[in-house]
């Protein structure tokens, strides 16, 4: 391949250059390490860096901090404490992290080749 690894997007496949089809899920941590996603351009496989990994860790901790003091809280307290008010709480903080961990993912986003 004569271009230049630096000039090309960040999901493009580490084998052919082209596009992969990386999907947001796939930025989420994962505690997998055999993880091996097919590029849809050509036979390869390949997967998220281990730094794009501990980013995308990261940020999600950085999304769920301010979501504890400023969603969960604020969310228990007007639904009374009740299971469900618990429950829409957790799910605000869920999504929070999830949120971060996605974003600071794709920042730092580089793809490696498997085999």
């Known amino acids: 391949m004569s271009t230049d690894q630096s ?3 960040r999901d493009t496949c580490p ?3 082209k596009p992969t089809g990386l999907r947001f899920w796939h930025l989420l941590p994962s505690g997998n390490r055999q993880r091996r996603i097919r590029c849809r351009s050509c ?4 997967d998220v860096a281990d ?11 950085a999304g769920m901090a301010p ?3 400023f969603l969960f809280g604020p969310i228990v307290k007007a639904g ?3 299971r469900f008010a618990v429950l829409e709480g957790t799910a605000a903080v869920a999504l929070a992290f999830s949120a971060g961990s996605v974003l600071f993912g794709w920042l730092t986003l580089r793809l490696v080749p498997k085999s």
Not at 43 to 46: L, M, N
Not at 51 to 61: C, E, F, V, Y
């Open 7 to 9: 000039q090309l997007p």
């Open 15 to 17: 084998h052919c250059g």
């Open 43 to 46: 036979p390869g496989y390949f």
């Open 51 to 61: 730094n794009s990994r501990i980013a995308s860790i990261l940020g999600g901790l």
């Open 67 to 69: 979501a504890l003091f």
């Open 80 to 82: 009374g404490g009740s």
